[in-house]
């Protein structure tokens, strides 16, 4: 299960046995990446069926998990690179059936409400599966292809959230329990899908001194900041939209599924982040990833803008627009940012093989930065409906930041001076 020679930039290998192979891995990458991200959301539904808690308490349930998942992302990214692709993909499947125990163990025991954050925090397990998933791929796929590839594996992941929230419901009406006991088998399957379908790569071995080279790099911690602004704002939002939309707008479409279990439009914010995922990846490969990068914080800060107006005047489609292209833009940003990653080290790397290693490494690494505005953004929400009684601050802050970002893409990425700097086919293509 362990392949030796891997060279996806030599064209004869790519088309008569590379292509085939990567593309097998990238399903199954997929498939239990999806689980992870679904397992790793899934308090966010669940908190919304629970009676017992202030709204405080809520958020802290929905924003734990995304605190945890971040900081849990950098080890499983060099997990990859120690133990091999499929082998970790298989541990870390199987590590998810213990925050899927804690849920059920804390909607049927009903402990003390420190026990129930910490299964919350459990969760958090599913948020290292995207690092580990996204470091092991980017190994697979040539540089051309790099963008779409790692697209369309962040958007099976993240399409996890949406499918979450949608099917969660259906089994919460039959009861809480319900929520954890149905992934179950797909936890299984995942795991056992993984080991007779994926394979290692040999050419993903690293020491971890060279891996951690990448901590060095001004464009590490440069794209951090910029994935904050990304995938931070989807992981944020889909956290925290069931409870929003609930609060913000009372009258909004509810079907109801028994006592307790209700679906709302919530999971639509989810679904068109993910789905803009891998657009966001194949414009990067033509345009270039900065500019589509630029063009997406100009969207989110017009978006959170729209947030202010829509609620100030309770303007439920204003409200719900300006969410879904906030997703929109986060989604596409997401694809666009992992695409410049590669391009970038690619271009500042002194060959190939260090420019794979030290690229693969800050996939990881902003991955885990990047989440931590998953737990920012649900408690500044409610910070901010402690202090004001709305969202409106928050998302003014919201705004700041994409403006910041904006700048920052500018500055580091676009300016002429920038361009010219780098090698012309990855300055015009990629970055």
Known sequence: MTI?????????????????????????????????FSVWTLWSVVVVALPLYTLDQKFWLVALPNLIGALIRIPYTFAVTRFGGRTWTVVSALFLLLPVSGLIYAVSAQPPYWVVLSCAALAGLGGGNFASSMTNISFFFPEKEKGTALGLNAAGGNIGISTMQFFVPLAISAGLVYAGLMWLPFIIGAAVCAYFFMNNLAVTRAPLKAQFATVKRTHTWIMSFLYIGTFGSFLGYSAAFPLVLKLQFPEAPVWKLGATATITLAFTGPLIGSLARPLGGWLSDRVGGARVTAVCFVIMGLGSYGVVASTAAHSMPLFLLCFWLLFTAAGAGNGSTYRMIPAIFAAKSPDLATAKRESAATLGIAGAVGALGGFYLPRA??????????????????AVLYVACLTVTWFCYLRRRVLIAQVPSLAHASV
């Open 4 to 36: 030796t020679h891997w060279d996806p930039e030599d064209a004869t290998f790519w088309a008569q046995t590379g292509r085939r192979i990567a593309r097998r891995n990238l399903i199954f990458s997929i498939f239990a990446e999806h689980i992870g």
């Open 381 to 398: 929400i409610s910070d901010s409906i402690k202090a004001t009684g709305g969202i409106g601050t928050a998302f003014t802050w919201f």
